[in-house]
């Protein structure tokens, strides 16, 4: 079945719903599908469960969606940077919940949600705080840590270019979450820059396959980010 191609962002996430755990792509600002997230904030769901590999930066994407509580449970790799402000200040006065999660633990659980795999054992974060509470295991001599998959009730991403049937093709790093993350969700909204008829993506550079994908929408010329709307102001 063909995507459903929504005439807007705010189309596109209006079905998003509050509890939701939503998976957003991007590795900082690379890849982040920003009009997404600002059609999400500007809709009104709230209490989700965030999977990104950070917590945001500055006053834009999901640095909004935490600063204004929209997000009560985060999972990602890096939760702390120079403009991660939103963030601490969610985080001290105890209004938000975080998982913290490896990086290339958190790619893979997302690949395992993607591949059906149960759990996996991984030697990461063995020994630390972050085993605390699960199942270890030695195989080999070697000490594991049994980890489980991150599923998502929807997952936003980014891609340069789509056809109508929803095969997307990325732009260079841009990619980095996106094709795993809608391979581990229910649900797959992306926006792309443009939309193509089907046939004319050489099928060589299509990294993610339609099946994954649920919604697609045009976002030729971004507009203005709400946060730099707010700036200007």
């Known amino acids: 079945m063909a995507p459903r191609i929504a005439a807007s962002a705010a189309e596109a996430v209006a079905g998003i719903a509050d509890g939701s755990t ?3 792509g991007g590795f900082g600002n690379a890849g982040q599908p920003m009009e997404l997230i600002d059609a999400l904030l500007q809709g009104g769901a709230t209490d989700l469960t965030v999977v990104n590999n950070n917590a945001g930066q500055a006053d834009e994407g999901l640095a909004l969606l ?12 890096f939760p702390r940077q120079s403009d991660s402000w939103h963030f601490d200040g969610a985080y001290r006065a105890g209004e938000i919940e975080l998982e913290l999660v490896p990086q290339g633990n958190l790619a893979e659980r997302l690949r395992a949600a993607g591949a059906g795999i149960g759990a996996f054992f991984t030697p990461t974060g063995y020994g630390t705080q972050l085993a605390e509470g699960k199942e270890t295991r030695e195989i080999d001599g070697k000490h594991y840590v049994l980890e489980y998959p991150i599923k998502g009730d ?6 340069l270019t789509a056809d109508t049937k929803g095969n997307l093709v990325y732009r260079k790093t841009a990619r980095n979450f996106g094709p795993i993350m809608a391979a581990a969700a229910a649900q797959t909204i992306a926006q792309v820059k443009s939309i193509v008829p089907a046939g004319q993506l050489d099928p060589e550079n299509v990294v993610t396959n339609g099946i994954y994908v649920d919604t697609l929408v045009e976002i030729a010329n971004p507009a203005t980010p709400v946060s730099q709307q707010k700036k200007d102001k």
């Open 22 to 24: 939503v998976l957003i």
């Open 66 to 77: 935490i600063k204004e509580r929209r997000v009560s449970k985060i999972i990602c790799s």
């Open 154 to 159: 929807v997952a936003i991403i980014k891609a």
